[in-house]
């Protein structure tokens, strides 16, 4: 508990059981605030939102045996996201694990392939360097999870330790090699039609203002992937959309598609951005920057490769460009970037009842300010979400973006909102995914947690019903009983929590002002279900010059492409 209160965590999220008590007896007399979730997987995931928007090391407390596999979900999630987390399981006496005692299994061999580093204290003396090295491995090089697995005759023993002769160890910031900075800035000044793709380790190494810089002061349009929405501004003049075959935008593809050179900071080219690989690359060079050296060629081979942390690398790009050239002034391939924003655009406008889902998003858009933060988890929802909201500064888009768990969004909202009680924190939820870890609003109802919950409720496992649309099949996917499913309005009465329903468009933005007042008011969650057209579809499809639009786009506007 001193190690922990040192390396800045001042709340744990977990379930004590028998094995972990030396643990919490610790706990208690320690500074560290816990709260007590309703499903081991729920803690990991409100950890995990803790730790995404302070930057620091998550932690999630269980005991033995299903705890530990509980967290499973949770380790992977963290560890496809790059997000710091320690799982700490308790763990039958070392002389009863060969015996098949009660709740003993071998979760360090269990968590081994979704950890960093997974390890059972073997020695009371070894205490405080296991856990020192944990955070360390935790913030290293590309970020992840670890699992520590104590023994309860272990964690029942005493070791010499003084919290005055120690600290956390070092981590080390890799710096690029010079003369691939060099390599690098003299293909971006080659470049006619150069973008930057921002991947979320640019927020995740707090780089957002080197990429501001960079990009400013060569005028090169910038684009996020999912995972980096919010490390570049949506409203500056230099944002390019988003590229993808999910979450994008149609003139993010069409910017992407027209470029010649992308500079990828951080990011990893998840499938789901790139679409088919051949369309992807074709006609364009690319120089991927990484931290962790095994990433760069994981996918496809860069014409430039640089290893190092994203904030000196962007900030010795940077220095080298200004000590060629002074600022560059916005040339026609900006403008042509601009136009494309201002020509290929989406609707959100609609009025139609059922209520079509980008028209929640453009209310979100509209009621809720810059600082807010919204999390999101997997599903048509999220791919709406990303598609239509607007993200303005780092931290305050949260999305589990490769592992894709259900349930993930009310407990990180939970997370989130115990790192940083002043923020407003909004969910934004599928209702098949509410009902994962639907248990855990009891806790922030328990602990007064209060954020503003936004359902979009088409009562269907909705990305995988159009998923079966090539498969000409509509199957086991409908979630449709009596008179609407599951009364999820009446579900959070039963936890003592404010809800309403929106069945129309015109009262959206009043159920959001109800919403976001009561829970400030109540201190509690509070829910806005909004029942969408049942068979909306997003656009999407598997290469980027081969997205299916499903809605009415506004008018084209033609525009003078001419160099």
């Known amino acids: 508990m001193a190690v922990l209160e040192s390396e800045g965590v001042d709340t744990v999220f977990g379930i004590p059981g028998a094995a972990i008590l030396p643990l919490y007896a610790a706990l208690q007399h320690s500074s560290i605030r816990h709260i007590t979730v309703r499903h081991e997987e729920g803690g990991t995931h409100a950890a995990d939102g803790w730790a995404r928007v302070t930057g620091n090391v998550g932690v999630c407390i269980g005991t033995s045996g299903p705890a530990g596999t509980n967290m499973i979900t949770g380790l992977y999630t963290a560890m496809a996201d790059s997000i710091p987390m320690i799982c700490v399981t308790g763990q039958a006496a070392t002389s009863k694990l060969h015996q098949e005692a009660f709740q003993a299994v071998d979760i360090v061999e269990i968590a081994r392939p979704v950890t960093k580093w997974a390890v059972q204290l073997k020695e009371p003396a070894q205490a405080p360097w296991v856990f020192r090295e944990a955070f360390r491995i935790a913030r290293s090089g590309r970020p992840g999870p670890v699992l520590i697995d104590l023994p309860i005759d272990v964690q029942r023993g005493t070791c010499l330790y003084d919290r005055d002769l120690d600290a956390p160890l070092p981590v080390e910031v890799p710096r690029p090699l010079p003369r691939a900075v060099s390599a690098a800035v003299d293909m971006l000044s080659a470049a006619r039609r150069p973008i930057i793709l921002a991947g979320g380790g640019v927020i995740i190494a707090d780089a957002t203002e080197e990429l501001r810089a960079l990009a400013e002061h060569l005028q090169v349009p910038v684009q996020v992937t999912l995972m980096g929405k919010g490390a570049f501004p949506e409203d500056h003049p230099l944002f390019a959309g988003m590229a993808g075959i999910q979450t994008q935008t149609r003139w993010g593809n069409a910017a992407f598609l027209e470029s010649d050179l992308v500079l990828a900071v951080g990011a990893r080219f998840g499938d789901r951005h790139t679409g088919d690989l051949d369309v992807y690359r074709r ?98 929802y999220q791919i709406w979400s990303g598609q239509f909201q607007t993200t303005y500064l780092p931290r305050r888009y949260l999305v589990c973006g490769q592992a894709g768990p259900l349930g993930w969004e009310v407990p990180a909202a939970m997370g989130v909102k115990c790192a940083h009680p002043e923020r407003q924190v909004v969910a934004v939820v599928g209702d098949y995914s509410f009902q994962f870890l639907m248990e855990e609003v009891a806790v922030a109802a328990q602990y007064r947690i209060p954020f503003v919950i936004v359902m979009i409720n088409n009562e269907y496992l909705g990305l995988i019903r159009q998923a079966e649309l090539p498969y000409g099949m509509n199957y086991a996917v409908d979630l449709h009983y009596g008179e609407g499913g599951i009364d999820h309005v009446k579900a959070m009465e039963a936890f003592g929590c404010p809800a309403r329903r929106v069945e129309v468009p015109g009262d959206l933005r009043d159920a959001l002002a109800w919403a976001s007042a009561e829970a400030a008011r109540e201190r509690l969650p509070v829910l806005v279900e909004v029942m969408v057209e049942r068979e909306a579809n997003a656009a999407m499809g598997p290469s980027l010059e081969a997205i299916k639009e499903f809605e009415p786009l506004p008018e084209l506007i033609t525009a003078d492409w001419s160099d």
């Not at 060079?285 to 931290?291: A, E, G, L, P, R």
């Not at 940077?318 to 026609?332: I, S």
């Not at 391939?333 to 989406?346: D, F, I, P, S």
């Open 283 to 380: 006609g364009r060079k690319f120089i991927h920057v990484d931290i962790e050296p095994m990433q760069i060629g994981r996918v496809f081979e860069p014409d430039l490769g640089i290893v190092g942390h994203a904030q000196p690398v962007l900030a010795e790009l940077l220095e080298q460009a200004r000590r060629r050239t002074g600022r560059k002034d916005p040339g026609t391939w900006v403008r042509k970037v601009a136009e494309l924003r201002r020509t290929m655009g989406r609707r959100d406008d609609f009025d139609d009842v059922p209520i079509k889902p980008p028209r929640v998003f453009k209310e979100i858009n509209e009621f809720f300010d810059r600082d807010t933060t919204f999390v999101t988890a997997i599903g048509l």
